[in-house]
């Protein structure tokens, strides 16, 4: 059966709560949650794709760039990915005479994020590069609220090596969370690109089941099983391609207002939704 090119514009929103986790390291400030000047959380728009790259690979797509505790096609870098699929490497190797065109079309085909979110194939000792635009954009996360971050001390004392008596000196370390935090996801899905990269209706469809279920088999020490959780998510199908209502336009319909001082759960918030000549369809999670 052949799947439609998506013809009407998306826009896209999930509010997530986080609770004692650490949904986005910082690696260069010790691990600790991101947040801006304000005390807001950031969850990185870097870190959100990943998890919807890992989500997408779950429900039997074909992805590109993943992570290397994941990997299910033996590949240990980008560029043997890409070597490895005849067809792309076929058409790469044709080095200044190769048609960009049909490596991206070739690249799209195959990959579910690179029709999606884009990728530049871009390798040393390659005579050509390859760079593909996607058209599903996700914006960084913000807490709706400032966050409280919670350092903990840790310690370990256990036998490193066998055979020697008594236990190790222990080793001291940090850990860090967020004691309570909403945050928004936003984004939108263009038309025009989709057209460019053969990105479908059915392809929007599994990418909404991708975030709607962002947080399973995510489960870590940083982020226990239920300590991020997708509670809705609104999905804005618009009538056409280059609708009248912006993207902006529709993400300041969505305001979201603590209802106390110290937040500590999703209804703990005042959600408004403005009308919109969209109607949303929304999905409760909670």
């Not at 779950?58 to 505790?69: H, K, R």
């Not at 088999?217 to 300590?227: C, L, M, Y």
């Not at 391609?241 to 999703?266: G, N, Y």
């Amino acid at each position: 059966m052949k799947m439609s090119i998506l013809q009407n514009k998306i826009d896209f929103a999930a509010i997530v709560s986080v609770t004692r986790a650490n949904i986005n390291g910082d690696p260069l400030n010790g691990n600790r949650p991101r947040e801006d000047y304000d005390g807001h959380g950031i969850f990185s728009d870097v870190a959100v794709k990943r998890k919807l790259r890992n989500r997408l690979q779950d429900l039997g797509e074909c992805i590109f760039v993943q992570s290397d505790d994941r990997s299910n096609d033996g590949y240990k870098s980008l560029k043997d990915r890409a070597d490895g699929y005849e067809e792309f490497k076929a058409e790469m190797g044709k080095g200044k005479k190769a048609d960009r065109d049909k490596c991206m079309q070739i690249a799209c085909r195959k990959w579910f994020d690179v029709r999606a979110f884009g990728q530049v194939f871009a390798f040393k000792g390659d005579e050509v590069s390859v760079g593909v635009r996607g058209p599903v954009s996700v914006q960084q996360a913000v807490s709706v609220s400032p966050i409280d971050i919670v350092d903990m001390q840790i310690t370990k004392s256990v036998n490193s090596e066998a055979g020697k008596s008594g236990k190790s000196s222990d080793t001291m370390g940090m850990k860090h969370y967020v004691n309570f935090g909403l945050y928004v996801i936003r984004g939108s899905i263009n038309c025009q690109l989709a057209e460019k990269t053969g990105f479908t209706h059915e392809d929007a469809e599994k990418f909404k089941e991708a975030l709607r279920t962002l947080f399973e088999n995510d489960a870590s020490s940083a982020r226990p099983e239920g300590s991020c959780e997708v509670c809705r998510v609104y999905w804005w199908e618009h009538g056409e391609k280059t609708p009248r209502e912006t993207s902006a336009m529709i993400h300041r319909a969505l305001h979201i207002t603590p209802k106390k001082d110290v937040p500590q759960a999703f209804n703990d918030y005042e959600i408004d939704l403005k009308p919109t000549e969209c109607v949303p369809e929304i999905i409760d999670l909670v």
